[in-house]
T-cell receptor, first 112, second 112 residues
Framework: DAGVTQSPTHLIKTRGQHVTLRCSPI?????VSWYQQVLGQGPQFIFQ???????GRGNFPDRFSARQFPNYSSELNVNALLLGDSALYLC???????????FGDGTRLSIL | AQSVAQPEDQVNVAEGNPLTVKCTYS??????LFWYVQYPNRGLQFLLK??????LVKGSYGFEAEFNKSQTSFHLKKPSALVSDSALYFC??????????FGTGTRLKVLA
């Protein structure tokens, strides 16, 4: 079975640009969560979506937005990129909120 | 508010010896507790979870964890460490709010 897939694997942007990261969950998983992992730290929760509705939002500015599509895939959008947005962005899917989350290998975003 | 503490940045253990990676948590209500492992340039892999039931939870690759409600701890253990267990380990807590809080991670080094 395919795991969680994320694209692209690496991305380089400059300050002020916009970026879209994509995630395909494990087949049958209806919940998708996004995390930001800065080097040397644990993942920080950004969003969770379940059945295309936002179920939770972490302490991130409005420059961060996301959506979930009818096939349960998801996009994370970040506007007006800052140097501090450089990080590994992880997507995780699960069957439900209290079930283990299964992570993709992430998108490494570098801001120049 | 939920929080997780992993008090050790790094744990060194000789191959074949038992290992323990510590985690304490704070959450209102009943906790959902998880351990994940991260290898370089990869996402997080699920090891085990505690939601209800026996305080000793068995997981993947011979790992287990002991839930202690009075000490609010969920330490990860393995009876005999392997060099291949060397990685970054994260403890996470949820409380059914669809949001995981991760610790800062503990780097495990198993020495041959």
């Amino acid at each position: 079975d395919a795991g969680v897939t994320q694209s692209p694997t690496h991305l380089i942007k400059t300050r002020g640009q916009h970026v879209t990261l994509r995630c395909s969950p494990i087949s049958g998983h209806k919940s998708v969560s996004w995390y930001q992992q800065v080097l040397g730290q644990g993942p920080q929760f950004i969003f969770q979506y379940y059945e295309k509705e936002e179920r939770g939002r972490g302490n991130f500015p409005d420059r961060f937005s996301a959506r979930q599509f009818p096939n349960y895939s998801s996009e994370l959008n970040v506007n007006a990129l800052l140097l501090g947005d450089s990080a590994l962005y992880l997507c995780a899917s699960s069957l439900a909120g209290d079930q283990p989350q299964h992570f993709g290998d992430g998108t490494r975003l570098s801001i120049l | 508010a939920q929080s997780v503490a992993q008090p050790e940045d790094q744990v060194n253990v000789a191959e074949g010896n038992p290992l323990t990676v510590k985690c304490t948590y704070s959450v209102s209500g009943n906790p959902y507790l998880f351990w994940y492992v991260q290898y370089p340039n990869r996402g997080l892999q699920f090891l085990l979870k505690y939601i209800t039931g026996d305080n000793l939870v068995k997981g993947s690759y011979g790992f287990e964890a002991e839930f202690n409600k009075s000490q609010t701890s969920f330490h990860l253990k393995k009876p005999s460490a392997l060099v291949s267990d060397s990685a970054l380990y994260f403890c996470a807590v949820g409380s059914g709010t669809y949001k995981y809080i991760f610790g800062t991670g503990t780097r495990l080094k198993v020495l041959a």
